[in-house]
């Protein structure tokens, strides 16, 4: 079965901090599909990057940026110079693949972030 | 155009009420979901839709009864609804119709549902 980690529940930090939020995933698939979703206050989940398995490449957009790596199970997202706009609940979410006619994501619990002036 | 839109934002029902929640895409994607998010949890997965046909139901209770009339609509009709169905519903939809995974879901801004 598989499973996605967010350890961390909540963090705080002052604008223009780094942040960086974890996510751990167990599936004994060899192709999957990882994910990180954006929840702010309003409800609407906000797609932001999907990886799959086969690659390992790190990638930047703007101030967000995400640490892919296989050997540890790790899908990391590290937001720089934080932005009290970025205050929300992350999720991170993975994808069986090959379900037949549909497929289903496997959210992890959240990451909620509060930046603060 | 990445819009999934629902109607309505905010919905009051009593437990004998029937009501039904609409949900709007105008991507061509072929599958489309319907997810129920409790507060401070992940959104839990409902029905799923796959060019029109029901492929998903999470052993979701009868009072929730979902309809695709078209590729484009979902509607989630509901009857004799318990307080504890009191949740944030979402809808999303992608490209996957079949299966594959590989495919980014979008959701719309959901419907805040109260049961009284």
């Known amino acids: 079965a598989q499973k996605v980690t967010q350890a961390q529940t909540e963090i705080s930090v002052v604008e223009k901090e780094d942040v960086t939020l974890d996510c751990v995933y167990e599936?004994?698939?060899?192709?999957?599909?990882l994910f990180w979703y954006k929840q702010p206050p309003s409800g609407e989940l906000v797609f932001l990057i999907r990886?799959?398995?086969?690659?390992?490449q790190n990638e930047i957009s703007g101030r967000y940026s995400w640490n892919f790596q296989k050997s540890t199970s790790s899908f990391n997202f590290t937001i720089t110079a934080s932005q009290v706009v970025d205050s929300a609940v992350y999720f991170c979410?993975?994808?069986?693949?090959?379900?037949?006619?549909?497929?289903?994501?496997?959210f992890g619990t959240g990451t909620r972030l509060q930046v603060t002036l | 155009d990445t819009e999934v839109t629902q109607t309505p934002k905010h919905l009051v029902m009593g437990m004998t009420n029937k009501k039904s929640l609409k949900c709007e895409q105008h991507?061509?994607?072929?599958?489309m979901y319907w997810y129920k998010q409790k507060a401070k949890k992940p959104p839990e997965l409902m029905f799923v839709?796959?060019?029109?046909?029901?492929?998903i139901n999470e052993s979701v209770p009868s009072r929730f009864s979902p309809e695709c009339p078209n590729s484009s609509l979902l509607n989630l009709h509901l009857h004799a609804l318990q307080p504890e169905d009191s949740a944030l519903y979402l809808c999303?939809?992608?490209?996957?119709?079949?299966?594959?995974?590989?495919?980014?879901?979008?959701f719309g801004p959901g419907t805040r549902l109260t049961v009284t």
């Open positions: 599936t004994r698939d060899t192709t999957y599909y």
């Open positions: 990886r799959n398995s086969f690659d390992e």
């Open positions: 839709y796959s060019y029109e046909k029901l492929s």
């Open positions: 999303a939809s992608s490209q996957d119709q079949v299966g594959t995974g590989r495919y980014e879901q979008y």
């Open positions: 991507m061509g994607h072929r599958a």
């Open positions: 979410a993975l994808s069986e693949a090959y379900t037949g006619t549909a497929s289903k994501l496997t």
